[in-house]
């Protein structure tokens, strides 16, 4: 993958999510050129079927080539892991990095597709969103699990997850298709819009969804509907190394 450098005009901004003391990092312009990444997606990408990475993601996915990783891992430790922590005690792991394109129609999908969800409960575990589409094929919200007032899950929290899918069943006519909007079960707190090659950065125990209006947000054509990269990390104490 060539070319893949940092943009040097690139924007970083906090929005804090609301009702939380946790913020969400927006970093637009990210990369200097994404003439390396879009061909990758677009002629080079093998895409594995749904659920192939034991996930519930409602499409399709491919790893993205080891040089986006790295540059992203030094990215994250260089620019946001000082702003969460004492750089000198932790270090940043990138687990893997996914490129994805939604591709499941909304009458197909299980009721875990249709409702906001989280990565992990450690809250030292981070999300990221590269969006490779723009604003009209949707960004991502952050939810809150109404019973419970709960937006970031913690370990202890981990039983609640089986509830809110049975919960979810029980209000069927509320979540028929992708969620986009505050349900009698989940509140939308925070909406972030897409725009290409923007990257969002957040904890992985916040409860959220993709926002999915549009038709072409799941067209299994890769240069019409919704391509994003999706990647996560965990914080790790040094002495772990």
Do not use: W
């Amino acid at each position: 993958m060539k070319n893949l450098t940092l943009s040097p005009n690139m924007n970083i901004k906090k929005l804090i999510v609301p009702g939380t003391r946790l913020y969400v990092y927006i970093i637009d312009d990210f990369l200097l050129d994404m003439t390396s990444v879009m061909n990758f997606a677009h002629n080079i990408a093998y895409f594995h079927p749904m659920f192939a990475d034991n996930s519930y993601y409602p499409g399709v996915r491919d790893n993205m080539p080891q040089p986006y990783l790295r540059l992203l891992q030094a990215f994250f430790e260089g620019n946001i892991l000082p702003d969460i922590t004492n750089k000198s005690d932790y270090a940043v792991v990138v687990h893997k990095c996914l490129l994805s394109l939604i591709a499941c129609k909304p009458a197909n999908l299980l009721i875990d597709q249709k409702i906001p969800h989280i990565d992990s409960c450690d809250e030292r575990d981070y999300a990221f969103v590269h969006y490779l589409s723009d604003k009209a094929l949707g960004g991502t919200s952050i939810y809150k699990y109404t019973p419970e007032n709960i937006i970031e899950f913690k370990q202890s929290d981990k039983p609640l997850l089986a509830a809110m899918v049975n919960n979810a069943k029980q209000k069927h006519a509320e979540h028929k298709g992708y969620i986009v909007d505050t349900t009698s079960l989940f509140e939308q707190v925070l909406k972030i819009e897409a725009k290409f090659n923007r990257l969002v950065i957040y904890q992985g125990n916040l409860l959220h969804s993709a926002n999915i209006t549009s038709t072409n947000s799941y067209c299994k054509d890769t240069k019409v509907g919704r391509l994003s990269i999706a990647s996560f990390a965990s914080i790790k104490p040094l002495q772990l190394y």
